[in-house]
């Protein structure tokens, strides 16, 4: 069974930095495409950025070019969202998910969610 747990979010003030990571467990992820979303309270889930676990290409919502990076740790198992220059508009519940595939497969695995607060 596939498992996503993602750490690294809390309190930033605007203009900081903070690293998400998404641990994958529970089969070979060679395969798949991993992504980043993120849900602001009454809003609508946001595609923030996925990478693809073989060959690591990657790709971001235009919003996210250049303030977003996402890569991953073949040997870890770990995907990451490396976040600068935040602001408040960011502030969400982030989402690491999985799809067994390219981009014609549905991200089927979803982690549980972290927040992310940025104070102006």
């Known amino acids: 069974q596939v498992q996503l747990v993602e750490s690294g979010g809390g309190l930033v003030q605007a203009g900081g930095s903070l690293r998400l990571s998404c641990a994958a467990s529970?089969?070979?992820?060679?395969?798949?495409?991993m992504g980043w979303f993120r849900q602001a309270p009454g809003k609508a889930r946001e595609f923030v950025a996925r990478?693809?676990?073989?060959?690591?290409?990657?790709y971001l919502a235009d919003s996210m070019k250049g303030r977003f990076t996402i890569s991953r740790d073949n040997a870890k198992n770990t995907v990451y969202l490396q976040m600068n220059s935040l602001k408040p508009e960011d502030t969400a519940v982030y989402y690491c998910?999985?799809?067994?595939?390219?981009?014609?497969?549905?991200?089927?695995?979803w982690g549980q969610g972290i927040q992310v607060t940025v104070s102006s």
């Open positions: 998910a999985a799809a067994p595939g390219g981009v014609g497969f549905d991200y089927g695995w």
């Open positions: 529970g089969r070979t992820f060679s395969n798949y495409r």
């Open positions: 990478i693809g676990w073989s060959d690591g290409t990657t």
